[in-house]
């Protein structure tokens, strides 16, 4: 049974869904060659705006066809299964918030006049001056931006078109200072840093602290756990419940994975540098365990401490050698000084 959608306006300001089920393998041309029979249509209307999912119950409609006598009736549990998808709507209120807020803007609706900005740029250009944006010049290309779609490319041409600069398409500096620009607001705007909304945690999570120490978070994780062992999964979760670690955590995604963040993948990396993690030759859940030698981490230290006195000492030992090597220049110029004027003498 294949499910077709068709997306409709509501005269109640939200969108109807139209959800077909029909075992028919071809699609009809006409609507009559439809057998009421082997088709179910469930109408589903969606809210049209962000705010309106927070109070969203979903209204349905449902059509059962009657059947001609002789022919078995539809099934039960495909009618029962439905009704069950329509009576939960309300637990997709969150996805469909979020799906309308990624959904770009029509072009021109609610935009601010970009007029100011035209008269802006085409003023320093003209006086030969160095651009520098202002905060209503930022609203006016965040106001673009949002007209875009996620996967949609910044084209600098068409950007230059809608704020009222396609004049001055031909200077190459100012579409350089523009398309970094537009892409450093874009950039914000995946962290919720721009527009006049406040970031939702869920949506836009907090990046790295600058200060974070990823060995040092692996120590406190595998210390935390019982016998100071346990994979890097275990040690991750302690991080996650840790109050005063987890808001550093950087959530975004790793860059070409599709499920593991930035901060695991550093913690990854940090366990190579962590030669005070061995392994205990066991297994769970298809990981590595790995301990946390303490005997190892004062060696450690104790060999960082040997090798900072070695540095010391052949650093001194350079110095002082350079200190005899000028002194004995020093007497090989006076002694050559003093052999020409013998010479000059005699």
Same mark, same amino acid.
């Given at each position: 049974?294949?499910?077709?959608?068709?997306?409709?306006?509501?005269?109640?300001?939200?969108?109807?869904?139209?959800?077909?089920?029909?075992?028919?393998?071809?699609?009809?041309?006409?609507?009559?060659?439809?057998?009421?029979?082997?088709?179910?249509?469930?109408?589903?209307?969606?809210?049209?705006?962000?705010?309106?999912?927070?109070?969203?119950?979903?209204?349905?409609? %449902?059509?059962?066809?009657?059947?001609?006598?002789?022919?078995?009736?539809?099934?039960?549990?495909?009618?029962?299964?439905?009704?069950?998808?329509?009576?939960?709507?309300?637990?997709?209120?969150?996805?469909?918030?979020?799906?309308?807020?990624?959904?770009?803007?029509?072009?021109?609706?609610?935009?601010?006049?970009?007029?100011?900005?035209?008269?802006?740029?085409?003023?320093?250009?003209?006086?030969?001056?160095?651009?520098?944006?202002?905060?209503?010049?930022?609203?006016?290309?965040?106001?673009?931006?949002?007209?875009? &779609?996620?996967?949609?490319?910044?084209?600098?041409?068409?950007?230059?078109?809608?704020?009222?600069?396609?004049?001055?398409?031909?200077?190459?500096?100012?579409?350089?200072?523009?398309?970094?620009?537009?892409?450093?607001? &874009?950039?914000?705007?995946?962290?919720?840093?721009?527009?006049?909304?406040?970031?939702?945690?869920?949506?836009?999570?907090? &990046?790295?602290?600058?200060?974070?120490?990823?060995?040092?978070?692996?120590?406190?994780?595998?210390?935390?756990?019982?016998?100071?062992?346990?994979?890097?999964?275990?040690?991750?979760?302690?991080?996650?419940?840790?109050?005063?670690?987890?808001?550093?955590?950087?959530?975004?995604?790793?860059?070409?994975?599709?499920?593991?963040?930035? %901060?695991?993948?550093?913690?990854?990396?940090?366990?190579?540098?962590?030669?005070?993690?061995?392994?205990?030759?066991?297994?769970?859940?298809?990981?590595?365990?790995?301990? %946390?030698?303490?005997?190892?981490?004062?060696?450690?230290?104790?060999?960082?401490?040997?090798?900072?006195?070695?540095?010391?000492?052949?650093?001194?030992?350079?110095?002082?050698?350079?200190?005899?090597?000028?002194?004995?220049?020093?007497?090989?110029?006076?002694?050559?000084?003093?052999?020409?004027?013998?010479?000059?003498?005699?």
């Amino acid at each position: 049974m294949k499910p077709s959608c068709t997306p409709e306006r509501s005269p109640l300001g939200g969108e109807q869904l139209h959800v077909e089920l029909s075992r028919k393998r071809r699609r009809c041309s006409n609507a009559s060659d439809v057998d009421p029979l082997k088709s179910k249509t469930v109408t589903l209307t969606v809210p049209a705006s962000p705010a309106d999912t927070r109070n969203f119950k979903g209204t349905t409609s %449902w059509q059962e066809p009657a059947h001609k006598p002789g022919e078995p009736a539809i099934s039960k549990i495909v009618a029962l299964a439905i009704k069950l998808v329509l009576h939960n709507a309300k637990r997709c209120a969150p996805v469909l918030e979020r799906l309308l807020k990624e959904r770009p803007r029509a072009p021109g609706a609610d935009l601010q006049d970009p007029s100011s900005l035209a008269a802006y740029i085409t003023t320093i250009r003209a006086q030969g001056g160095k651009i520098k944006w202002r905060s209503e010049d930022e609203q006016i290309m965040y106001d673009y931006l949002t007209t875009l &779609r996620p996967d949609d490319k910044v084209k600098t041409r068409h950007a230059m078109q809608m704020l009222g600069i396609a004049h001055l398409s031909g200077d190459d500096k100012l579409c350089n200072t523009l398309c970094a620009k537009l892409n450093s607001l &874009r950039n914000k705007m995946k962290h919720g840093a721009v527009g006049s909304e406040p970031a939702d945690e869920e949506d836009h999570p907090r &990046r790295r602290a600058a200060s974070v120490d990823y060995k040092g978070l692996l120590k406190r994780a595998y210390l935390a756990l019982p016998g100071h062992k346990g994979t890097l999964a275990e040690a991750a979760r302690v991080l996650e419940a840790d109050p005063e670690v987890s808001p550093q955590l950087d959530r975004r995604l790793y860059r070409s994975s599709k499920r593991t963040p930035i %901060w695991r993948q550093y913690l990854r990396n940090a366990r190579s540098r962590c030669p005070q993690l061995v392994k205990t030759g066991e297994e769970r859940g298809g990981d590595m365990v790995l301990r %946390w030698h303490m005997e190892a981490e004062g060696t450690e230290e104790k060999e960082a401490t040997q090798q900072q006195g070695e540095e010391r000492e052949e650093e001194k030992k350079t110095k002082d050698q350079k200190k005899k090597n000028r002194k004995d220049d020093r007497k090989k110029k006076k002694a050559r000084e003093g052999k020409a004027d013998r010479r000059g003498s005699t």
